[in-house]
């Protein structure tokens, strides 16, 4: 497994939880607002992390860690993705997967297999080719392709075989109110919908959303209280 970034302990990143969290590298969206960039287009450029180096941390460290989170890029392109899941499973920790959902296949596996305990879904855009392809900065083909797959992982999340939470941030020039009142629609019932604001001035895939403004505090207010209407556990992350 190519691992290419290593936190020992985060407190942020499964709420309620001490968790550790692996980057695997590449990505099939190109999401202009992404923050990840090496990650995700220049993946060689960065340093390795030995699986043996991970797997001795976490041996030692059984007592302090909850689980592990596994995040990326996207961790559902790597084939031994379930061999690695396994392996922590071995150790005794919950593992939760981050995931824009374009591998459903996968996913089902993992929830059938038992070998994650959470999932959170990054949610791009309502469930339309056009909408979805702006927002992740792949082409209508692409898109075609990959929205119906996005929208079996959602299904699979709903039928609540595994906890799992869906997420969407809040871009200006890509998100307007009636998109989130269309995406709650979509996803209505489900267990947790998380917003979070566009971060401002940090290097994006899109050198041109760097120069964004994020949404005032007003306007993301907005956005919730209509999400919060439709999905009642709709939460706001800073």
């Not at 995040?71 to 392996?87: F, N, R």
């Not at 591998?103 to 038992?114: A, E, K, T, Y």
Request: include cysteine; charge should be positive; glycine fraction near 6%.
């Amino acid at each position: 497994m190519d691992v290419k970034g290593f936190i020992g302990i985060s407190l942020v990143d499964w709420g309620g939880k001490n968790s550790s969290v692996m980057f695997l590298p590449n990505c099939n969206l190109r999401c202009p607002f992404c923050y990840n960039t090496k990650l995700v287009l220049h993946p060689d450029q960065l340093p390795a992390v030995t699986f043996e180096r991970i797997m001795r941390y976490l041996q030692k460290n059984t007592r302090w860690i909850d689980g592990v989170v596994i995040t990326g890029g996207e961790p559902t392109l790597h084939e031994d993705l379930p061999v690695l899941c396994k392996e922590i499973k071995k150790l005794g920790y919950l593992i939760k997967l981050d995931t824009n959902g374009t591998n459903s296949s996968l996913i089902r596996s993992l929830v059938s297999d038992g070998l994650i305990n959470y999932v959170a879904m990054d949610v791009k855009a309502p469930f339309t080719e056009e909408k979805y392809a702006r927002a992740t900065g792949v082409s209508m083909g692409t898109m075609a392709i990959l929205l119906p797959r996005i929208e079996e992982s959602v299904q699979i999340l709903l039928e609540g075989k595994v906890d799992y939470e869906f997420r969407t941030t809040l871009v200006p020039t890509i998100h307007k109110t009636v998109d989130i009142e269309a995406i709650c629609h979509k996803i209505k019932n489900c267990k947790k919908y998380a917003l979070q604001n566009f971060r401002a001035n940090i290097e994006t895939i899109n050198p041109s959303f760097e120069k964004l403004t994020a949404f005032l505090n007003e306007e993301v207010n907005d956005f919730f209280q209509i999400a919060k209407k439709l999905i009642p556990n709709t939460v706001l992350r800073a």
